[in-house]
């Protein structure tokens, strides 16, 4: 098991930003690619954006492309959603997931290690 927690979360205007933090406690995550995935009441889980292992491949959901910006820092075992522009439809609990290999990181079920969430509210 790979322990990871999410924070960051919180109530913002629209147009205003957030920075969401994945960390993983006793393990390290440097050699998973780790997506970023979001879930509204009553709405299907999203991808949101994934980073490559090596932080230089990224990919985004088109919703968000220009506007989010994944990363991490490998020495501090941390990867960072950065949202700006915010919108109410961004409105959702955000996941952090983690998985060997970068092919389909933007397929959930192909996750293997999945945080509690954080929850963003964007009010308009």
């Known amino acids: 098991q790979v322990p990871l927690e999410e924070s960051g979360g919180g109530l913002v205007q629209a147009g205003g930003s957030l920075r969401l933090s994945c960390a993983a406690s006793?393990?390290?995550?440097?050699?998973?690619?780790v997506g970023w995935f979001r879930q509204a009441p009553g709405k299907e889980r999203e991808f949101v954006a994934a980073i490559s292992w090596s932080g230089y491949t990224t990919n985004y959901a088109d919703s968000v492309k220009g506007r989010f910006t994944i990363s991490r820092d490998n020495a501090k075992n941390t990867v960072y959603l950065q949202m700006n522009s915010l919108k109410p439809d961004d409105t959702a609990v955000y996941h952090c997931a983690a998985k060997p290999g970068w092919e389909t990181a933007w397929i959930a079920v192909t996750y293997h290690y999945w945080g509690q969430g954080t929850q963003v509210t964007v009010s308009s």
């Open positions: 006793g393990h390290t995550i440097s050699s998973y690619t």
